[in-house]
């Protein structure tokens, strides 16, 4: 009797260890799961595009440009623009072989060349063709743009006149459309929203992004037609809307759960004549799996040399910014970042 006692506390014995055995085993299955799960979330490494307001380089730019190289305009901004993946930016004018010489007062541009090391150094991967200068050397000056940017590998999108599907270009993800409407013969209201509506819907999982070139000059505050489209534009499925021309920074307005940025600003220009065209906006977006994080970037130019404002000038303006955009999002902009759950 008493070896079948103890054969019967060694089989229990045996069960309770095996048992005992097992959890830990579990435990530390679920354990290495989570550890690993915790490295895959740290790992995580979100897609950073930049945008910067409009770009100009003849007149005043050509000019420093021929005493201190083509680099020169983006030699204070270049190692903050190596940050991000790439950069995005309005090309106000023509790039030509030959380009032709205007007089320091012309309102029409044509680029030399050599701003592609501008460009490169900054590492702008895609400009918007999008406005009222790129036809300043007509079609065939623009088709000379368009091949001496493919030439370089620097994507471009949109049209001066058009706004069909034809002028989209899309990148990791992210899918960018330009517009321009400050010609009076420009694309209806309806024509636009019809292409926006029918890209999204085959690129439905794309982050729509809508480069426009819209808006009074010198104004810091968009008008009631531009809301009215802006928000149309949302409502057809654009995620971002990011607009330029007025050479100031506007408001920015959220809505439906979207950004619209109505005007960075000048980047690259030589209007010296005031604070506000010498100053813009670059904005930097980090894309994850759940949210948008934008981070603000209050840029100064001086002598056409764009840098980033710090200190109180920084917080100056975004102050200013927020004092003039949506009321929900001001203590966002004047901490410099607005996260969009999406």
């Given at each position: ?19 005992s055995q097992r ?5 530390s299955?679920e354990n ?5 799960n ?8 979100p897609s950073k595009?930049?945008?910067v307001g ?10 420093i440009?021929?005493d ?19 950069l995005v ?6 790039i ?7 007089t ?5 541009f044509?680029?030399?060349?050599g701003?592609?090391?501008s460009l490169k150094?900054a ?12 036809l300043?050397m007509?079609e ?5 743009t368009k091949s001496?940017l ?9 049209d001066?006149i ?13 899918t ?5 409407t400050?010609f009076?013969m420009n ?10 509506e029918?890209t ?15 808006g009074?000059e010198?104004k810091?505050?968009?008008?009631k037609?531009?809301?009215d489209?802006?928000?149309k534009?949302?409502d ?6 990011i607009g ?8 920015i307005?959220?809505?439906?759960n ?11 220009f030589?209007?010296y ?6 100053e ?21 130019n001086?002598?056409?040399q ?6 109180e ?9 927020a004092?003039?955009?949506?009321e ?11 996260e969009?759950?999406?």
């Open positions: 009797m008493k070896k079948i006692y103890i054969l019967g506390f060694l089989i229990i014995a045996s069960l309770f260890f095996l048992l959890v830990l085993s579990v435990k299955i290495n799961s989570q550890a690993v915790e490295e895959n979330k740290e790992e995580y490494v595009i930049l945008f409009d770009m100009m380089f003849d007149r005043g730019v050509e000019s440009m021929k201190f190289g083509f680099d020169y305009p983006v030699d204070m901004i270049k190692d903050f623009a190596s940050k991000f993946d790439y930016g309005n090309l106000e004018g023509p030509n072989e030959k380009p032709k010489e205007f320091d007062e012309s309102m029409k044509s680029f030399d060349k701003i592609l090391e150094t590492n702008f991967k895609v400009l918007s063709l999008a406005n009222n200068h790129t300043n007509g065939d000056g623009l088709e000379e001496i493919t030439e370089a590998s620097i994507n471009f999108v949109g001066p058009e706004c069909d599907a034809d002028y989209i270009f899309q990148k990791d993800g992210v960018f459309y330009s517009v321009n400050t009076p694309c209806s209201d309806s024509d636009i929203t019809d292409w926006i029918a999204k819907f085959y690129n439905p999982e794309s982050i729509f992004v809508v480069l426009m070139h819209w009074e010198y810091n505050k968009s008008s037609t531009e809301q489209l802006a928000h534009m949302i057809a499925g654009a995620d971002i809307v330029g021309h007025p050479h100031v920074a506007q408001e307005e959220i809505y439906n979207h950004l619209i940025f109505y005007s960075l600003g000048n980047f690259i030589d209007q004549f005031s604070k506000e065209t010498q813009g906006l670059a904005v930097g977006l980090e894309i994850y799996p759940d949210k948008k994080v934008f981070n603000l970037y209050p840029i100064k001086r002598v056409s764009p840098r980033l404002m710090d200190g000038e920084k917080q100056a303006f975004l102050d200013n910014l004092n003039n955009s949506s929900s999002i001001r203590e966002s902009i004047i901490q410099g970042k607005i969009i759950k999406i």
